[in-house]
C-alpha cells in the first residue's frame, strides 16, 4: 500500500532526488510515513 501511495505521489508531484531539501512526491510519501511513525506508540503490540 506504501508502495501505491508513493508511486501516486511521484506521478502527481514528480520525483526529487533530493532527499533532504527536495519537494517531489517521494519526499512528500517518505514525510508522512515519517509523520505517522512519530504518531505510533514505541510498543505497539503491547495493550
Known amino acids: ?3 501505491d501511495m508513493t508511486w501516486l505521489l511521484i506521478d502527481e508531484y514528480g520525483y526529487d ?7 517531489g512526491g517521494n ?3 517518505i514525510q508522512l510515513v515519517m509523520d505517522g511513525m512519530k504518531l505510533q506508540n514505541c510498543s505497539p503490540w503491547i495493550c
Open 17 to 23: 532526488p533530493d532527499l533532504y531539501n527536495g519537494t
Open 27 to 29: 519526499n512528500i510519501a
Open 1 to 3: 500500500m506504501l508502495w
